[in-house]
């Protein structure tokens, strides 16, 4: 079966609203998010408002679509070397992951920080971004899931008084997992980008010179502490 071609009117929708956010990444990285203005991407383009609005209704949308866009990215890219990495253990499919992570963040520094820098003022992002917010916090207790499916896990410590809330975040998240194990993949997801967001937003300035290798030791020491050892 072959696929129907896009009409010319699907066409141009698809290459305006591609144009539009583009506009808008580049004042994202001059302006920031807060002052992201319909108006000033529309007279970038040479469109009138009303045109604009046809495509984002409001600068909340048109903020969401880049937020989607961005988690889109960067989960794309942790798939991308989760699949370049088969045949490695776990551990190092792991740190192939939050490498790859780390490597879109650093090359798209302001989309990192629409996602995981300062709310924008007066934006709640709506449940549309979730599915997409999860992607390498998904690849990640894949890996998990893999490697307690396969060569095993080394089950990390659960203090009692935390045990109610590992049992609830796993049936939540990963019911086929430990709980331990699942407490142990919240606190990585949150390290992990915690050791991006220093680097991209300039708190390793002066503190750490070979950030690529000390990337790299904490990622495996996360690793280590989900308890992935091989």
């Not at 990444?25 to 009138?48: C, D, F, H, P």
């Not at 410590?157 to 997992?177: F, K, S």
């Not at 220093?198 to 790299?216: L, P, S």
């Amino acid at each position: 079966m072959t696929s129907t071609p896009l009409g010319a009117r699907a066409r141009a929708r698809i290459e305006v609203t591609a144009a539009i956010k583009d506009e808008a990444r580049r004042q994202l990285a001059e302006e920031g998010a807060a002052k992201l203005s319909l108006r000033a991407v529309a007279r970038e383009l040479g469109l009138a408002s009303s045109a604009l609005y046809r495509y984002f209704p409001s600068r909340d949308d048109l903020l969401t679509a880049l937020i989607i866009d961005a988690y889109d990215a960067i989960g794309a890219a942790a798939e991308a070397a989760r699949d370049a990495a088969v045949g490695e253990g776990p551990a190092r499919r792991w740190t192939s992951v939050c490498e790859a992570a780390r490597g879109w963040a650093l090359a798209h520094p302001h989309e990192y920080a629409l996602i995981y820098g300062s709310p924008v003022p007066g934006y709640t992002a709506p449940q549309d971004t979730v599915r997409a917010a999860a992607r390498v916090g998904q690849v990640l207790i894949g890996i998990a899931r893999e490697a307690h499916q396969g060569r095993g896990l080394a089950l990390p410590v659960l203090p009692d008084e935390l045990r109610p809330e590992a049992n609830r975040m796993a049936a939540d998240l990963a019911p086929d997992l430990p709980p331990q194990v699942v407490a142990a993949l919240v606190a990585a997801w949150a390290e992990l980008f915690g050791l991006i967001g220093f680097e991209v937003f300039g708190q390793f300035n002066r503190v750490v010179e070979d950030r690529a290798a000390f990337f790299r030791h904490a990622a495996g020491r996360l690793a280590r502490e989900v308890g992935l050892e091989h």
